[in-house]
């Protein structure tokens, strides 16, 4: 057995962020926390002395509400096998490491950097050299589906694509089998675990996708369409409306009287549009943003708020919005749009247009080396955001791709 405190190799303590645990003991319910990354270095020494039951988040978050529109950055993509419902269930758990290995090898699939025995069943790992923007979620969640699909022989859970999802600590005892969840591989180079560049791994396992998978069905793709960028600025819109409250105090003294439903309801449209979620989920999110940002609504005065959305959302429909329509219902001024991200008016994107017509026009007659340091850092994040790959920012900042993960990565 490998000892290690694995959360270490894809959470950074020295990062903005949170992570949620669960943990219980024997004739226990589990008990749900989430804690500041800096807190988790203790946590861990904590939880596996005592080998207490704990699952663990496997992305960060911006606060202490683990659910996908606080989403902050990714850090790995994984599967998460249930082989025991499998008819390779007999086979002990380093025979099965090795099929899993074996099967990696011949359909061309990457070899993970860690495969972790949860007790019961197993999970692969493909660690990131770099966080993933939040933005690039729509593409996480294909990446999964791909997986789930090509390890479905080894009974891989369909749910992975849940961006909340926790998986089994390694070191701690899984209380339905009694048998300790334990690291049986690492995959290291030069002493150090392999990490994969994000774009590179998702092209590899597109690849390896079967060309019948590929075609279209009912009116759906395998890779990204129109839609996902639909679903993406939906995701960004939720984003700037909760930035929106924080500036105007709201995380603090609640909405007030009289606006609670306007802003539950506008939110609860670009929520439904993001289409990242169940309706079960959808109405579990909203009463975590209700709980945070109106405060003195109960439950179920939340729920009645955003009734209508959730009635067309359970009816596999939406209502769409505008950003003229969101800036009009919650009274945006101009100075607030400064901060926003995607709900911007059309004058304010006229604005920005030019603003960065004349950067690239500037960036023409100007060798990249002539920025500052601060400024490549803040454009090579701004073109990950956007969608670029670390090779196409590499090539437009005349920069190493070594260089581009640097500005992209926090220091470990």
Known sequence: ???????????????????????????????????????LPEFLKFK????????????????????????????NTFADLDTYKTPLSSLQPDKMVDKILEFCNSESIPIPSIVIYSGNG?????????????????????????????????????????????????????????????????NKRKGKILRYDFDALFNTLVKTVPAAEKTPAKGHSILPTSQTSLEKMNSMR?????????????????????????????????????????????????IEIGRSYCPDFTDREIL?????????????????????????????????????????????????DAARKTFQRRNRGVKPRFLSAAEKRQLAVRLRTEGSTKKQIAKKLKVSERQVQRYLNPKR
């Not at 439903?261 to 609860?268: E, L, N, Q, R």
């Open 304 to 352: 009645q708020s955003v009734s209508s959305v959730l009635s067309k959302y359970k009816k596999g429909e939406k209502y769409k919005i505008s950003n003229a329509a969101i800036i009009e219902r919650l009274e945006i001024t101009p100075e607030e749009e400064d901060g926003m991200k995607v709900i911007i008016s059309k004058e304010e994107k006229r604005k920005r």
């Open 48 to 75: 596996l002395e005592m080998k207490i039951d704990a699952h663990i988040t496997q992305n960060v978050f911006s606060d202490e509400n683990r659910q996908a529109s606080n989403l902050l950055y990714l850090t």
């Open 122 to 186: 197993f999970y692969t790992k493909w660690f990131y050299d770099a966080p993933l923007p939040s933005a690039m979620l729509h593409k996480w969640r294909l990446l999964q589906s791909i997986l789930s699909k090509r390890f479905a022989s080894f009974g891989a859970d369909a749910s992975a694509k849940d961006v909340t999802k926790m998986l089994r600590l390694p070191g701690t005892t899984n209380t339905k089998t009694g048998k300790l969840a334990e690291i049986l591989f690492v």
């Open 1 to 39: 057995m490998m000892v290690t405190i694995e959360p270490l190799y894809y959470l950074n303590p020295k990062s903005d962020g949170f992570f949620t645990v669960a943990y219980m003991q024997p004739g226990q319910k589990y008990n749900q926390f989430s804690y500041p990354l800096s807190d």
């Open 238 to 286: 939720v984003e700037d409306i909760k930035k929106l409250a924080d500036m105007r105090g709201y995380d603090v003294s609640g909405v007030p009287e009289g606006e609670r439903s306007k802003f539950m309801y506008t939110i609860a449209i670009c929520l439904a549009l993001s289409k990242t979620i169940t309706p079960k989920e959808l109405e579990k999110e909203l």
